[in-house]
Structures are given as structure tokens and as C-alpha cells.
């Protein structure tokens, strides 16, 4: 007797990045920081350990809401932990969508956004980004019918216009790294008749972020990970900035310690060491440029990029994105290859140390070369 949902049944699931053994490959597919996070985590996760692990944690990670308060100038009840920004991003889901409902997304972007839809028993509406990864004005605009619906907008059957019920964008965007400007994600929330989700996994790169919308428009809810420019993913911690009377719906959905004590810890100690997070952004920013400059003179195209990665397209088909990706698989080096129905395909080649930046720009060098021999 099967007694699974249907639609889980149905569903593909979201699927991660390869995550090879330890030392068997150089990874720079999941966009994960090179670089050792701060002693100072280090140090908050051996007094933990030390003081004994019996005792459930804060159920709400008091200590972490307040260091991320006074960083980002709200009060401590802005402020929801999660564990990583996916748990966040689920919870926000849960709160906001049920079945047969309407969650937007743009298109090409997280894949995660559209599993979870599915899980809901709701419904993704993928709004293509337009060539130069701006967005249309129906990105704002309430859900289209079959006949009504703009070009590079996937259709839905069947929709009421008041059926959509929350809004993902990510900013910087994932795989493009691309940016929108805050005074357009303000005329996007300000349109919009549901809450905006400004997914800001890689904002630390970008150098600007959107928590002034939130104190601005109540619809405005930001997602953060510790994942990226704190260099814990591991350790699976993230937290969302929104209005109290969301934070106080959103609480009720969650799992009750969906933190432990060693990851609160933790993440409140990286997040206190400001100093740590803007040498290490500068860092990776810097080898970022070096990176989208080299794949643009081997003749990639190499949108700007704001976050800690670059998407790098071949401008015909005359060379395999696949075929690449396997090649430096071979020769140990991770990327990610990824295809997009109606849009094309490409790598997405996260910013690693220097050194294993220049070695995999080499291969890359080397592959080309070979196919011109």
C-alpha cells in the first residue's frame, strides 16, 4: 500500500551539489568560502562542548537574535534563527503557502524554491529573467492566465489572480550573480500584493543588502546564511529579518529547537567578528574579479557577478559545457555544470583560494587549447 502524497510522489526533489570525499577533488561547485571562519566561532564552539551538551538550547537562539540586531540596526524580535537559510526558506513556505496556491520565482534560480512549492501541494510560477538578467514588470504584477501570460513566462492552468501568496528573489542571484538595485526591489515589493522574499545568501559580496526595505514595507522579509561569507556550512545555520508580526507567525511553524546550542554559539561569535568578515569578503572578491576576467578573455561570457561565484556561457554551441565539467572532473577539479530547460547552460565556477583559482583557469586553458589543435 503506497500512502505517500501525491505529489511528493510526483516531485524530483531538489539535488544538491557533488560533495566528494575528503581530498579526493578541489571544490568549487557549492559556492562554499575557502577560507577558515573566524577563531572566534571556533572558540564559542569548544566552550559549548566543554560546558556539556545535556541541556536543550535557546529554542528561539536568544543570543544570536541580539549580535545580529545590533550588526544590522533592528531589535532583536526582527530576527528568526533557522537551521541554514534552506530551513528558513521552509519555514517561510509553510507560513505562507498552501495547496493549489501560487509561489513565484524567476527563472533561472534556486532550484530549491520550486521543491518546496512542490512539497506544499502549491504551485511555481517561473518568471524568465530577461537577457541582460533584469526583470520584467510582471515579476510584480498578479498571476497571468494560459492566454494572458507574457512571453518566457511559464504558464499555469486554471489561476485565480489573487492566488499568489509569496514571491522569491534572490539577490545577488544564483547562478548568474547577478544584481538588482534596491530602489527596484522596492517598486517590485511595493506592487506586489503578497510578502518578497529578497534571498540575500551572498549579499556580504555585493556590498549592499535590502534591510532598509524591510524597516520601509512590511511585505519585505530577508533571508541570510551563515553558509557563505562566514565560511560555516558545515556547521548549518541562517536566520530571516522581517517585521515582528511575521517573526511571531513564522515562530509557530518552525521546529521548536530547530538550532542546537553549538551552532548558535557559533554563528553569534562569527557574526560579532565584523573585522574577520570584511577582510575575507575583500579576499574573495578580489579573486573573483581575476576569475570573470580570465573566462571572459578565453571567450566566455561572464555576467558581472556580485556574489562568490561566476556563470560562465560558451557563446555557441561549438563547445560542450558538459564536456568541460567532465574535463576538470578528471583532472580534480568540482564545478558546477548546470542546464536550464528554455534557457541554455553553462558553469557556475565558485571563487576559491587564489591557487586553486589559477589551477583550474589553466585546465580550463588546456582544454580549449586542445580543441583547437
Known sequence: MNCVRENIEAMAGYVPGEQPKEGEAVKLNTNENPYRASEKAYDAIRAVADKGLSRYP??????????AANVYGVEPDWVMCGNGSDDILTILTRTFVGENQILRLPYPSYILYKSLAEIQGARSEEVFFNDDWSLPDYFAQKPATTATAPFRVAPLENVDPNSLKLVYLPNPNSPSGTLLEKDAIAKIADALPCPLVVD?????????????????????IISRTMSKSYALAGLRFGFMIARPEIIEQTLKVKDSYNCDALSIAAATAAIQDQEWLAQTTQKIVATRERLA?????????????????????????????????????????????????????GLRISVGTDEDVDACLALVEDFLNGRRD
Request: with cysteine; aromatic share 16%.
Open 58 to 67: 535557546n529554542a528561539v537562539g536568544a543570543a544570536f537574535r541580539e549580535a
Open 200 to 220: 540575500e545568501a551572498y549579499a556580504d559580496f555585493a556590498g549592499q543588502n535590502c534591510v532598509e526595505l524591510v524597516k520601509e514595507n512590511p511585505r519585505v
Open 293 to 345: 576576467a580570465k573566462m571572459r578573455e578565453l571567450g566566455f561570457l561572464v555576467p558581472e557577478s556580485h556574489a562568490n561565484f561566476t556563470w560562465n556561457a560558451w557563446p555557441t554551441d561549438e563547445l560542450s559545457h558538459e564536456e568541460l565539467y567532465l574535463f576538470l572532473k578528471r583532472n580534480g577539479y568540482l564545478v558546477r555544470y548546470m542546464k536550464y530547460a528554455a534557457w541554455g547552460e
